[in-house]
């Protein structure tokens, strides 16, 4: 980093104190980008970067609500609108224990960058609550919705910001925040969520997208290498949303997906995961990864200690939560073989084991490149909504390809051009950055 961004970068640390995460997102970020102020001047003049790290708006609220005994539980909600250069601010609710303001803050950050890869008008935005949906009942989750949804309203809408789903938040959840918002307004704006239900504006494919979007991504990488994921040996961590249709696209393209997680343990499955099974345990029943081992018999094991990445695989997709894969891991993977490695996740790889999959030169697909097909796939779910319209699986599954192909093209064009060939991290960060930087710029100081 130069003396100019380390000023600016200092400065952000300083007006953020105990934002470990959001640190370590704007640090990712300002690392990188040294060659791209170097040949705009004009970012600095105008202070492009400042402006970028401070969020348009933050609100934080109460959200009271009563548990099946009648006691009354006290959550706090978040929502950063943190860029509007490119669009209405889009991104997730995630409702977890962990957390608080500066995880929002580094996932909104993240997605600024994330949704200008796309190339589809949206803006970065995050929220969600430190509530914990683990073992409640459905009526708690649906009053908590409804709950967080009565102040939340008041704060979006189609042309101002669109939430979505994250850990903890799935199509369940999104209905019951559909259902109270419609009953506030009186208005029947599809275009305010995404994740809704197929038949009630709902997109297809979109389930399935961020997935899908990373396998996608980590096969282009690879085909720069004359390899493919066909016959790839892969670990998948999470066994979410995202985890899952990783493992279905994975499986689909001829690899051998071996490992799932949750935050008690993992599986390790030999002869391949069971996705049908796994969906069963973890879709339909909401159960644990524990009780897949035992259902699947063979050889799948179950490890309450250690992790996926010690499993010998050719390629990793960490597909859970935040700096899940250390250095350490990423030692083991990379003495084990490991060739390509997309983040399904948002910054699940820590700093050090970024660092180290770049030294050892693993093919490393960024987050905010790897996993946008999810948010690519929600503003395909806008574009139908705002045309009344519903299209088919193939034809919003062939958008999603070419988008996910689009951006990693983007990638490595950057990455050439500031003369880092094969430098996923450099290329998506520089190509996020200048179109926002550029549309700041046309909008004036706002
Ligand atoms: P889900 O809630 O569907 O699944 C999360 C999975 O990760 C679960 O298996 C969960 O296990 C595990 N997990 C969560 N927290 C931890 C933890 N602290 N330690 C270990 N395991 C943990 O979430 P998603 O699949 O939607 O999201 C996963 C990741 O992908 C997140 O980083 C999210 O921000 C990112 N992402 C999601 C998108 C989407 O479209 N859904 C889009 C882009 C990125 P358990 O059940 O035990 O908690």
Redesign the pocket.
């Known amino acids: 980093m130069d003396a100019a961004l380390e000023k600016v970068h200092e400065e952000v640390l300083r007006r953020n104190p105990g934002e470990s995460e959001f640190h370590q997102a704007v640090t990712e970020i300002f690392e990188t980008l040294s060659p791209v102020m170097k040949r705009h001047p004009e970012y600095a003049e105008q202070s492009i970067l400042q402006r970028m790290c401070e969020p348009e708006r933050q609100i934080i609220f109460r959200v009271p609500w009563l548990d099946d005994e009648g006691n009354v539980h006290i959550n706090r909600g978040f929502r950063v609108e943190f860029n509007s250069a490119l669009g209405p601010y889009k991104g ?1 609710l ?1 409702f ?1 224990p ?1 957390l608080y303001l500066g995880i929002v803050k580094f ?1 909104g950050f993240e997605q600024i960058f994330k949704n200008a890869l796309t190339g589809m008008p949206i803006g970065g935005g995050k929220g969600g609550s430190d509530f914990n949906p ?1 073992g409640r009942s459905e009526d708690e989750i649906m009053r908590f919705c409804q709950s967080f949804m009565t102040e939340l309203y008041r704060h979006i809408g189609e042309y101002t910001d669109v939430p ?7 199509g369940r959840e999104i209905g019951y925040l559909f259902g109270q918002y419609k009953r506030i307004t009186n208005k029947w704006e599809a275009g305010t969520l995404t ?1 809704k239900g197929i038949s009630w504006g709902g997109s297809l494919a979109r389930t399935e ?3 899908y979007g990373a396998v996608m991504f980590t096969d282009s990488m690879l085909h720069t290498k004359n390899q493919s994921m066909d016959g790839q040996t892969v670990a998948v ?8 249709y990783a493992i279905q696209k994975a499986t689909q393209l001829g690899a051998t997906v071996v490992t799932a ?4 343990g993992y599986v390790h499955d030999p002869d391949g995961i069971d996705l049908d099974l796994l969906r069963q345990i ?1 879709e339909v029943e909401r159960g ?2 524990s009780d897949y081992a035992d259902r699947r018999g063979g050889k799948a094991t179950y490890q309450s200690s250690g992790s996926v990445w010690d499993v010998p695989v050719t390629v990793a997709l960490p ?4 700096n ?1 894969l250390t250095e350490e891991n990423a030692k083991t993977l990379i003495k084990n073989g490991v060739v390509a490695l997309a983040e ?5 790889c820590t700093h050090d084991a970024a660092a180290a999959f770049k030294e050892a030169g693993v093919l490393f697909g960024p ?1 905010k490149a790897a ?2 097909g ?2 690519a796939t ?1 503003a395909l779910e806008m574009q139908q909504n705002a045309v009344r319209d519903s299209w088919s699986f193939s034809y919003t599954h062939d958008r999603l390809e070419q988008i996910m192909t689009d951006i990693h093209d983007r990638c490595v064009a950057t990455a050439e051009d500031f003369g880092v060939p094969g430098d996923y991290v450099m290329g998506a960060n520089i190509a996020g950055f200048t179109k926002v930087a550029d549309a700041m710029l046309a909008q004036g100081v706002v």
């Open positions: 997730g995630r977890h962990s996932l683990a979505a789903g994250d850990i903890g938040v799935g994740g997208a961020t997935g961590s999470g066994s979410g949303n995202v985890a899952i997680s949750d935050s008690s973890k644990r990864i597909c859970a939560t935040q899940e399904g996740a948002n910054m699940p987050g996993n946008a999810g948010v929600s």
